[in-house]
């Protein structure tokens, strides 16, 4: 059974900085290499949105929107996403969750929620 657990969540001014986790189990090491792996968030009132994903390769994508202020990177030997977000503006406020998606995508649903299978519980952030 595959479980993603994400932490790091939390309160901040905006201008802040707050780095997410999230760590991965279920997936067989071999696997998790060449596993697509994102992170989304999802504010109150609105469908939830692709932030940032990397490829088994390490190539990263991100929405304009934080394009500049977040950087996501994988550690394969932990199993683990993170995600540091600088910047922290008001509307960054949502709960955020990572994604895991062992299957070959094209590089145009990295973002996409439907192109992700498994999911972690989310931790919220408030920029405030």
């Known amino acids: 059974q595959v479980q993603l657990v994400e932490s790091g969540g939390g309160s901040v001014q905006p201008g802040g900085s707050l780095t997410l986790s999230c760590t991965a189990s279920?997936?067989?090491?071999?696997?998790?290499?060449?596993?697509?792996l994102a992170w989304f968030r999802q504010a109150p009132g609105k469908e939830r949105e692709g932030v940032a994903a990397?490829?088994?390769?390490?190539?990263?994508y991100y929405a304009d929107s934080v394009q500049g202020r977040f950087t996501i990177s994988r550690d394969n030997h932990k199993n683990s996403i993170i995600l540091l977000m600088n910047s922290l503006r008001s509307e960054d406020t949502a709960v955020y969750y990572c994604?895991?998606?062992?299957?070959?995508?094209?590089?145009?649903?990295?973002?996409?929620?439907?192109?992700?299978?498994?999911w972690g519980q989310g931790t919220q952030v408030t920029v405030s």
């Open positions: 994604a895991a998606e062992p299957d070959p995508m094209p590089p145009a649903a990295r973002l996409m929620v439907l192109a992700y299978k498994y």
């Open positions: 279920g997936i067989p090491g071999i696997t998790f290499n060449t596993t697509s």
């Open positions: 990397i490829a088994t390769i390490g190539r990263t």
